[in-house]
Each structure stands twice: as C-alpha cells, then as structure tokens.
C-alpha cells in the first residue's frame, strides 16, 4: 500500500513560490494583494513572454495544490482579523450615539460694519474632527452647485434605536401592545354578539378577563 503523500509545507517552497504566496497574500501592496498576474511578476517569475501567456502561467502557478491552500490559509486569517465582533459593532453604534456635532463645530462671529449687531455662523471643522478621531461619524461629504461643502453624519438617534433593539428594550412594549390588541378584540365581539342579541351571560362566560358592557 502507497503512502499518503504529503503536501508541501511553506518551508518547503521554492523561493519564488513563496514570494508569490507573500505578494498575494500582502494587504498592504496594493497592486499585488489577490493578483495573480501582478504577484507572478512580482516574484520574479519570467515576463519575456505575451501578456496572456503570463496571466495562463500564473493561473497555473497559484493553482499548484499547496500554493493555493498556503493563499487560502493567510487570506482566511487575515479576513477573521477584520470581522468586526457583536462587541465591537455595538460599541461602534454607542460611539454614534453619544455623537455631539458641537465637537467639531467652529464658530465664526461677524460684525455688522452698519449697524454693529454680531451674527454667529458654524462650521464644520474637517481637520478639527479628523484630530479628535471623529470622522467616522461622518456619512458623506458632497458639494451643492455653488461649490458649498455639504457634510451628512450618521443618525444618532438610528444608532441609539439599533442598540436598543439589540437590548431587547422594545420587547416589553410589543407584548404590551399585543395584549391591549387582543384585549381590544375581545371586547368588539362582545358588543357585537350583544347587537345581535345573544345573551349576555353566555357572552360572559366564553371569554376571560372582566369587562363591563355599557347599556
């Protein structure tokens, strides 16, 4: 009986294996991170033939048996470290709640040269918030047709309503809406059995709860 062959392990890779592995795999290079003709060439590998031919080559190379597996190992890690947990995606919601716009306001005060009254205008501070880290808040920055800038935040009262829900603060209020619903329903059939002249104890004793009919 043949033994299990075993796969190359990273120590046992060509040099320009294991460079094509480091340039596809790297998210900080740009032009090579998940290229497979930009990491061929970035190895070393040989770019003396057409273009095409080199895309082929390099197919092939990123699909030998254990260079593939070595890429799909380091991009699954790399792809588990930018998950954002269940913490974090709350603690990134109460940070948007908690969002006062006067934390990157500027205030400009202008005088009247006429009449000598002071008028207050504010702005948005980019550079302000970028220094104190608040740009995450920001949705969108766009400009009207006057060249004005428009800058759109994030909804804090979205943000404070989402972690509510993940609270499970709404769910006292829905039951007690459901009951008062049921409630409600209870006592419309009531009053139309009534109008329809069924008698009123046998009303009484097929549904709970204490209800007073008003003649």
Known sequence: MGGLIR??????????????????????????????????????????????DQRVEAHRIHNREHIYHAIKKRLNAHYERQEM??????????????????????IHENTCKEC????????????????????????????DK????????????TAQDRILKTQGAYNHQKDMGANTLSAGFDLAMKALDIANGKDTKEIDNSIDGDYEVMD
């Open 85 to 106: 947990g269940a913490k974090e995606a709350i603690a990134r919601q109460s940070e948007l709640g908690r969002f006062d716009i006067g934390d990157c306001l500027k």
């Open 116 to 143: 000598g009254a002071v008028e207050h205008q504010a702005f948005i501070d980019i550079k302000e918030a970028q220094l104190k880290g608040l740009t995450r808040h920001i949705k969108s920055i766009s400009y």
């Open 7 to 52: 796969m190359k392990e990273e120590c046992d890779f060509t040099p320009k294996e294991m460079a094509y592995v480091e340039f596809h795999t790297d998210p900080d290079n740009e032009k090579t991170f998940r290229s497979q003709i930009h990491s061929y060439k970035a190895a070393g590998y040989s770019t003396n033939t057409a273009e095409k």
């Open 146 to 157: 006057f060249g004005r800038q428009i800058v759109t935040f994030h909804d804090s009262m």
